[in-house]
């Protein structure tokens, strides 16, 4: 696969150098040179499949040239070694619950498939990196266990203290082995600064082969795709046979640019809905025209206050930069805190449902869609958290009610280890000794 930079669409660069970059050096986005595209003869093949076998297919029509069958399918099958299950809520309502991996979050999906990826080619290279990050909870999570034991590759997480959530504080800091977390005595901006001064670093660059895990490396977009195609395989083993609406809680917007790279490969879709909350740069685009991007203001949910979504530029280019374009695809809505306690209400009693913020947005964006734009299309909204990571927004009612997903074992195991975080004030001197003496 060849990749270009929304910057310059002559910079052109192979998968491994994407993917070990992060991003291209003149500040774009790295993008697949063109999409595969599959006949209706190939996705009617995957009606009956797993989601593990559809995401083999997939991941083959995106990286056959980068990775032998044998090594991807490995790749997939540990890497996914979770189900996706599409839940049926009401005659055209669908919930794609993406919150049963390892972290609870749907960003395991991209972080599991990136760290494996990561280690084929370090493997064939026999190199050894080491990832920095910087975290204000979930992302995290998803990449401390999904780069957990990874062979070639060490990481540092650095966390804002006292800002992330017991369960994602258990998540980053029990670990140990190849993961290695700091608290910082700063905010999640100050995290990322320390991040973005060591990679400039010339002393540690010599030193060390540094990497990024943030959301825009490539390797974690295309493989949310693939459970675009799997919720679309259920729905037809349901016997439901129109086209779906998707609808995805967004903040950087990576999930819903995935959603457009499987439509793009030929997947049936009605529509997509972006779903926002009050940082509502996109749904405003969509209604003006212009793209406005602003410091974030801080929500219920909170793995969605982004001011300036980072792959804004790519959904923007799948589009030719057009706005019209984009809006025959995507329809925009936004909703406030208050609005997303009374849907996790109204789901948990009318439903008898259980949703976390984010996936509370995404089920008011849906709703709203089908008010402003009736038909007999299914609709799916993705459920990207289990709610025990946002516990604290919950009433003691709503909490004791039978139907609040039970906890994987994993997650209770990791509930009673010790946490091991560092903690470390917000000073760059400091971080860059310890990566120094401690690597
Ligand atoms: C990251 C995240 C989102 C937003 O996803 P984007 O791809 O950044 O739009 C939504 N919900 C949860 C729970 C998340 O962690």
């Known amino acids: 696969m060849k990749l270009y930079s929304t910057r310059n669409p002559k910079h052109v660069v192979d998968l491994e150098t994407a993917l070990f970059q992060s991003l291209p050096p003149d500040n774009g986005l790295y993008m697949p040179d063109h999409l595969p595209v599959w006949s209706p003869e190939q996705w009617q093949a995957i009606i009956p499949c797993s989601f593990q076998e559809i995401a083999f297919r997939m991941a083959k029509a995106f990286l056959q040239e980068d990775v032998e069958d044998a090594a991807l399918r490995r790749m997939v ?23 049963h991996g390892p972290s609870l979050a749907f960003k395991d999906v991209g972080a599991r498939f990136m760290s494996r990826l990561m280690a084929y080619f370090l493997e064939k290279h026999q190199r050894e990196i080491h990832i920095l990050v910087a975290t204000s909870g979930d992302t995290g999570g998803a990449v401390a266990l999904g780069f957990h034991r990874v062979p070639g590759i060490r990481v540092t997480i650095l966390f804002p203290s006292g800002k992330v959530s017991a ?50 490396n490539i390797a974690r977009l295309i493989p949310q795709s693939f459970y675009y195609a799997h919720a679309w395989a259920q729905l037809r083993r349901m016997g439901i046979t129109e086209p779906p609406v998707f609808s995805v809680p967004s903040g950087n917007f990576g999930n819903l640019t995935a959603g457009v790279f499987a439509q793009r490969m030929g997947l049936p879709v009605k529509a997509f809905v972006a779903s926002t909350n009050v940082n509502d740069e996109v749904p405003q685009y969509l209604q003006t025209g212009v793209f406005q991007p602003r410091p974030s203001i801080p929500t219920l949910s909170n793995a969605m206050d982004v001011g300036n979504p980072s792959n804004f530029q790519r959904l923007s280019s799948l589009f030719n930069q057009d706005v019209q374009q984009m809006r025959k695809w995507i329809f925009g809505y936004a909703f406030n805190d208050q609005q ?75 509930m009673q280890q010790p946490s091991r975080a560092m903690r470390m004030k917000n000073d760059f001197e400091t971080f860059k000794s310890y990566l120094l003496e401690d690597l």
Do not use: M
């Open 77 to 99: 099958e540990d890497a996914f070694a979770f189900p996706v299950p599409l839940v049926r809520l009401g005659e055209k309502r669908f919930v794609l619950e993406l919150f």
């Open 167 to 216: 369960l994602q504080e258990k998540q980053l800091t029990t670990l140990n082995e190849n993961i290695h977390s700091l608290e910082i005595e700063g905010s999640f901006d100050d995290c990322q600064h320390l991040v973005k001064q060591a990679f400039l670093d010339p002393e540690l660059n010599a030193r060390y082969v540094l990497a990024s895990a943030n959301s825009i």
């Open 340 to 414: 997303t306690l009374a849907e996790i209400r109204r789901v948990a009693e009318t439903e008898h449902y259980i949703v976390c913020p984010h996936t509370a947005v995404a089920s008011l964006g849906l709703n709203a869609y089908f008010q402003d734009h009736p038909s007999a299309s299914p609709g799916v909204f993705l459920s990207t958290a289990h709610p025990e990571k946002f516990a604290n927004i919950y009433s003691e009612e709503i909490r004791a009610l039978p139907y609040w997903p039970p906890l994987p074992t994993a997650v209770q195991q990791i």
